[in-house]
């Protein structure tokens, strides 16, 4: 079993991340670690803890990470997050507050605790802004050498940006930290826009995890049916973001991947855009590996099967 630890900022997309790693047999979730992004981080972080309750996970730890970008004081979260998540960050869909509370050490210090324990059998995926990771980096700078492989949902290299022309949404909340990342030489796979946008669940899926008659799929398919209704209705559904980062730690094969030595622009009009880096163009073994293509078929019906065996035992 892959050991991973999820960094989330939850967001619907993110719950569906989250409820795929609880029901994948090929994850063990050593814990989730809470940013910011589509919500606030304590908000995000007690979305986490309630949908663990009612998937009876309660043994998985939560902690709360940053609340804002690694170069700024505050986190104003956008409009436009609100909108498409809920006000809650679960479509308004009401959860019953878990009776546990996070833990009391940062998140932070978990993910160095975690790196030095497991090395490199752990496998970290970040679905929001990567500032934890980044500063996990920068305070214990000797988990670089013990560090296993790291996926993020985020950026975007043969498509537009979802925030503008360049800018990826989770990227562009602090490019400063994910610039770090890239150039650090550590293994990072990216699931950018090029492919998150590729994958489709629908109405039809959500119908399905109804219809199992559990709390958790009812709770589920009412979040994505939320979800769904701020998409386009010519998409007639919804893009799968945060949860294809989960799937491809586990089913690489899915994806079609380019080695390159990534950079983040940090200023100017392209701020937050995930670009090759021109220092590096000629230099040998890059460290990230962007994502291009992907078997969008497999993945869905992964992800569903996912889902689905999960909600039928809740």
């Known amino acids: 079993m892959i050991k991973m630890i999820l960094d989330l900022d939850t967001g619907i997309d993110d719950a569906m991340a989250l409820a795929y790693a609880l029901g994948s047999k090929e994850i063990d979730l ?25 998937c009876n996970a309660n043994e998985i730890p939560v902690y709360a990470g940053e609340s804002h970008a690694i170069t700024k004081d505050n986190f104003i979260r956008l409009e436009v997050s609100a909108r498409i998540h809920g006000e809650n960050g679960v479509g308004q869909v009401e959860i019953e507050t878990s009776p546990k ?5 940062s998140g932070v210090d978990f993910l160095i605790e ?9 496998v970290i995926v970040t679905t929001g802004p990567i500032t934890n ?5 920068q305070k214990a700078p000797e988990i670089k050498d013990m560090i296993g492989k790291i996926v993020i949902m985020g950026g975007a290299l043969t498509v537009p940006g979802n925030c503008n022309a360049y800018t990826e949404a989770n990227i562009s909340q602090d490019p400063e930290a994910a610039k770090y990342l890239f150039e650090s030489g550590l293994d990072v796979t990216m699931v950018g826009l090029d492919v998150t946008q590729r994958s489709i669940l629908t109405k039809a899926h959500t119908q399905s995890w109804r219809e199992t008659g559990s709390l958790a799929g ?4 009412d979040m994505v049916d939320y979800y769904i209704s701020q998409h386009d209705a010519a998409i007639k559904g919804c893009y799968l973001h945060d949860p294809s980062a989960v799937i491809n730690a586990v089913h690489p094969e899915y994806f079609t991947m380019l080695p390159m030595h990534m950079t983040v622009t940090t200023e100017g009009e392209a701020e937050g855009r995930t670009i090759g880096d021109p220092a590096r163009l000629r230099d040998s073994n890059p460290n990230v590996k962007v994502c291009i293509g ?10 569903n099967e996912t889902l689905l065996s999960l909600f039928k035992d809740k």
């Open 30 to 54: 050593m814990g989730v670690t809470g940013t910011f992004g589509n919500v606030y981080t304590d908000v995000g972080v007690q979305n986490v803890l309630n949908i663990l309750n009612m």
């Open 101 to 105: 509370e996070k833990e009391t050490k």
């Open 114 to 122: 975690s790196v030095k324990k497991y090395g490199k059998e752990l």
């Open 133 to 137: 990771l980044t500063l996990a980096l």
């Open 218 to 221: 009812r709770t589920y398919a």
């Open 294 to 303: 992907v078997d969008s078929p497999a993945l869905v019906n992964n992800l």
